[in-house]
């Protein structure tokens, strides 16, 4: 689905954020979705229970840990949004990208990813990948295809980047990467987060697989934690299946059931897998209370990024020509080398998280941050109020200092993710702080201006 293509519905993009997935309760006429707040489901009869277990019923729920009616319409409503086949829900986003990952690697296989990803999505591939057995070779120059190309092995499972990466905003040329992973016989799993699918749809460039933090921009408020894997539904598991055992051969020996071969051709195998083996064994489900404010959140998804890169603009603009801005990180200005690439992929903006770097080096950054009121100094993006933080303290200081620089963290970086205030309100803030700062290094150097 394109901005002016439509779902199987013929709705466009603002009417399926309302309405995919979802229709007046049944037993009730409830409008707005219920939170089907129970842990299982009464089966009608034994052989409906079996028909469950053995996914010959595929429509009907068991247990909350796998499926939830309220969890359903947001996965559903996503699925859509992204223009994807299934999707399923997990407990936060960190948990989407391991149990997306798990589905394709095990151990002894190796991953591909881009070293300009989130912090926390680094030290899950560096460490607790790598204690399972399974290594990563990042790729630092992302527009390279032949660097892509040179990273992969004959153990490579899968290949891994952000749409619009963290902090710096570097924009994926996704269909180049899809390329390079689909020589190599490999899906290429693209999250999604910081653009969104109303700014970019990665599965219509030939990503096959799409990973969510719903914490962030899809449900917006800040309020609930949340994740979510979209799948196309078109890898062939088929083309040689001996590089994917879990799709091609029985879970347990004796079982009947295999994947690719059962449900492939309804473009559903890798989904039910994600579902009834990883999130069933593993168990990070959402709870139904946070899906339902996440399809909450929905409803004005297109609303709110809209502001948000208006925002986002303008305030770029603002520190661009700001003294005591040294450099600006943010795809969406016009002198960006990102331009040409956002105007491929990004029609709609660059989304609404900046970074810049601060003269006068980590103190005055430390300054800075302080003394904004408005911005709320905090690690997390993608909420309606304007945030601030400064990610060599904290959502990179898990890396060592050589990792955070190949992530393009630097000591005096400050990343802001812009909300949907008034963008006068929020340069009057910016302002304050920036004079504060010169306030305070003015006080505390050893040659005062005013001598
Ligand atoms: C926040 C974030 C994650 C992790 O999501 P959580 O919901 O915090 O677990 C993954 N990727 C990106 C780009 C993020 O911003």
Do not use: C
């Not at 359903?72 to 992204?82: C, D, H, P, T």
């Not at 795809?331 to 006068?360: C, H, K, M, Q």
């Not at 890396?399 to 963290?409: D, F, I, N």
Request: no cysteine.
């Amino acid at each position: 689905m394109t901005a002016h293509e439509h779902n199987a519905e013929g709705w466009h993009f603002d009417t399926v954020q309302v309405h995919a997935g979802a229709s007046p309760d049944p037993t009730t006429g409830a409008r707005a979705t219920p939170i089907f707040q129970t842990t299982s489901y009464v089966y009608e009869s034994s052989q409906a229970a079996s028909d469950i277990f053995t996914l010959q019923d595929l429509g009907s729920y068991s247990y909350t840990r796998t499926g939830n009616p309220t969890t359903s319409v947001a996965e559903q409503r996503i699925a859509e949004l992204e223009g994807g086949r299934a999707a399923v829900a997990f407990a936060s986003g960190q948990s989407a990208t391991t149990f997306a990952l798990l589905n394709l690697l095990r151990s002894g296989d190796h991953l591909v990813s881009s070293s300009n990803v989130y912090g926390g999505t680094t030290g899950l591939f560096l460490r607790r990948f790598a204690e399972i057995g399974i290594s990563t070779t990042f790729v630092d120059d992302i527009h390279d295809p032949e660097a892509w190309a040179a990273a992969i092995t004959p153990r490579t499972r899968a290949v891994f980047a952000e749409s619009i990466g963290n902090p710096l905003g570097s924009v994926l040329d996704i269909r180049a990467v899809a390329d390079v992973a689909h020589a190599a016989g490999v899906p290429l799993v693209i999250d999604n987060t910081l653009a969104t699918p109303y700014l970019v749809r990665p599965l219509e460039h030939g990503a096959d697989i799409v990973v969510h933090s719903t914490t962030k921009f899809l449900a917006g408020h800040g309020a609930a934690i949340g994740g979510v894997v979209v799948d196309n539904g078109t890898f062939d598991f088929g083309a040689e299946p001996e590089k994917w055992p879990g799709f091609n051969e029985p879970d347990q020996p004796g079982e009947a059931l295999r994947y690719w071969p059962d449900f492939g051709a309804r473009g559903i195998a890798y989904s039910l897998r994600l579902r009834a083996n990883l999130l069933r064994d593993y168990g990070a489900a959402v709870s139904p209370f946070n899906s339902f404010l996440l399809i909450l959140g929905l409803e004005t998804l297109s609303l709110r990024i809209r502001q948000h890169v208006q925002n986002a603009k303008t305030i770029a603009a603002y520190l661009e020509s700001h003294p005591q801005v040294e450099a600006v990180h943010y795809a969406g200005l016009p002198t960006s080398p990102e331009a040409e690439r956002v105007a491929a992929y990004l029609p709609n903006g660059a989304g609404s998280i900046l970074s810049f770097d601060i003269v006068g080096g980590l103190e005055a950054g430390r300054a800075f941050v302080e003394s904004l009121d408005l911005f709320s100094h905090l690690a997390n993006i993608g909420d309606v109020r304007s945030l601030v933080i400064h990610p060599a303290s904290t959502t990179h200081s898990q890396l060592s200092e050589a990792e955070q620089r190949r992530s393009g963290v630097s000591p005096t970086l400050i990343r802001l993710s812009i909300g949907i205030e008034d963008a006068r309100d929020l340069i009057t803030d910016l302002d304050t702080a920036f004079a504060r700062v010169n306030a305070t290094v003015a006080s505390t150097s050893h040659h005062p201006q005013h001598s």
